[in-house]
């Protein structure tokens, strides 16, 4: 008889940790080629940012000495000694003396505050000025943004735009960062047809996974090579698994993966190379019947056929290899949405469930709405903004509890406060969770 040696779910987010080690393959690219990479070397600004003394209002550059006690009633009076140019040398002024600027120009030598043009009046060459302004008002100092010498960003860092901004700001315009991770995908079972199939054959379905997993993982920045479908012939798909291989940093396999007798994963896997199958069988639902190996130093994974398996299974195994071989450091800060739970919900102890949520605001305060439906069905997961776990320890989560919300989509925007979430979806369906398979 077949089964399953299941491994709890930490044990095998540990053994990610431990066994899959980054790539280090690195390349230099330019910053118009480097949004979301992945910093290979910590950047240090070569110089100050900005490099020169800059005014932040359009006004005239003074002594703020000069300006003390100037009020309304009793303006100081400052001689006009020229016009400073964006772009061009501040110069220098002398005591008592006023140059216009404006905003981003070069403040003058001599001069070390700003009075913005609102709060002075040229008349003829004489500068009234209504207001004093103390030193340092109004001007960016060099250096103020980004000293030179200081490291500006760190190794392991996914490179935003902000970020780009900095290192262009700061005159980087070429990083080193690591390489994509190179990943193949490939769907196994003689029922699995193209999603361009226009007519299905009776038991016919088509590849959902190919393409939810390979969007996924370019969501990561990985680069995906697509392996196409291979029927339930081990001799077919051992060949298909290592021509894959052969090109990617890590193969990620779908169907296949539990017990049956054209379930081949396990065997492809194995005869992929050395140490061959770690983990055959998690301590979660859904996803049971998922599958880690090891050929050579390439990560090999094979998900379960379920299309709502096979995603969630991605998110916390797969995420998390490829995270590894890109050596991205985690976020430093929680991603996930905190929500309260609408309704019990109730878990065997010794197994992580993952169920699928959907987000709604209530009177100001955001509720995790559960999203019935067995893993096979793939609108379940299009209907959910994200899913919460019920860990290994506990027998289940009560009405009204506080959960964590891992988002599906992070970067659909930002939801604004007046946004009625529960408006993207359609009607909650009625189907009551899976029978107690995995
Ligand atoms: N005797 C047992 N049977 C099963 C168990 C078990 O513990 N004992 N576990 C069940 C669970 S849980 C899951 S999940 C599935 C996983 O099985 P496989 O990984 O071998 O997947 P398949 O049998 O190939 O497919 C399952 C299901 O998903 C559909 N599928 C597969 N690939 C795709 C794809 N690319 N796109 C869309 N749909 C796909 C496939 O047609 C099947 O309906 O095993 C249970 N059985
Ligand atoms: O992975 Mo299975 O979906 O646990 O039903």
New binding site residues.
């Given amino acids: 008889m077949k089964f399953f040696q299941v491994h709890e779910t930490s044990d095998v987010l540990r053994l990610i940790e431990d066994t899959y080690k980054p790539l280090e393959r690195t390349e230099e690219v330019s910053l118009y080629e480097a949004f979301d990479r992945v910093l290979a070397e910590d950047v240090v600004a070569s110089e100050d940012v900005p490099g020169f003394d800059r005014s932040t209002v359009d006004g005239y550059a003074v002594r703020a000495q000069d300006t003390y006690g100037a009020s309304e009633s009793m303006p100081a009076f400052l001689d006009v000694s020229g016009v400073i140019e964006m772009g061009k040398e501040g110069g220098a002024i002398a005591p008592a003396k006023a140059k216009y600027i404006p905003t981003g120009g070069m403040m003058p030598s001599g001069a070390d505050s700003v009075v913005m043009v609102e709060h002075a009046e040229e008349v003829g060459s004489l500068l009234n000025v209504h207001k004093q302004v103390a030193p340092g008002e109004n001007v960016i100092k060099k250096g103020e943004d980004i000293q030179a010498g200081s490291r500006v960003l760190q190794r392991g860092h996914r490179l935003q735009p902000q970020d780009l901004g900095v290192l262009a700001a700061a005159g980087v315009s070429r990083v080193k960062v690591f390489a994509k991770p190179v990943v193949g995908i490939l769907s196994t079972g003689d029922e699995i047809v193209p999603p361009e199939t226009k007519q299905l054959r009776p038991g016919e379905v088509r590849d959902v996974n190919t393409i939810t997993i390979g969007a996924a993982l370019q969501s990561m920045g990985a680069d995906v090579l697509y392996g196409g479908i291979v029927k339930d012939d081990l001799q077919e798909y051992l060949r298909r698994a290592r021509e894959l291989f052969e090109k990617v940093d890590l193969l990620v396999m779908s169907g296949g993966s539990s017990v049956g007798t054209r379930d081949f994963s396990v065997q492809v896997m194995e005869a992929l190379g050395e140490p061959g199958i770690l983990v055959h069988g998690i301590s979660l639902?859904?996803?049971?019947?998922t599958i880690l190996a090891k050929a050579g130093h390439k990560p090999v994974v094979g998900l379960?056929g379920?299309p709502?398996?096979a995603l969630i299974v991605f998110d916390l195994v797969v995420r998390r290899i490829v995270n590894r071989l890109y050596d991205r450091t985690p976020h430093p800060f929680d991603p996930r949405i905190r929500a309260r739970l609408s309704r019990n919900l109730p878990s065997a102890v010794g197994r992580s469930d993952y169920v699928r949520v959907r987000l709604e605001k209530r009177d100001g305060e955001m509720w995790a709405i559960p999203v019935f439906g067995k893993?096979g069905l793939i609108s379940v997961i299009s209907e959910s903004d994200g899913v919460i776990e019920i860990p290994a320890r506990k027998e289940g989560l009560l009405q009204g509890e506080w959960v964590n919300v891992n988002c599906f989509v992070t970067e659909r925007g930002i939801v604004s406060e007046e946004e009625d979430l529960s408006g993207r979806h359609s009607a909650q369906r009625g189907t009551e969770e899976?029978p107690d398979?995995?």
């Fill in positions: 639902k859904p996803g049971k019947p379960p379920h709502v398996s893993s899976t398979c995995c």
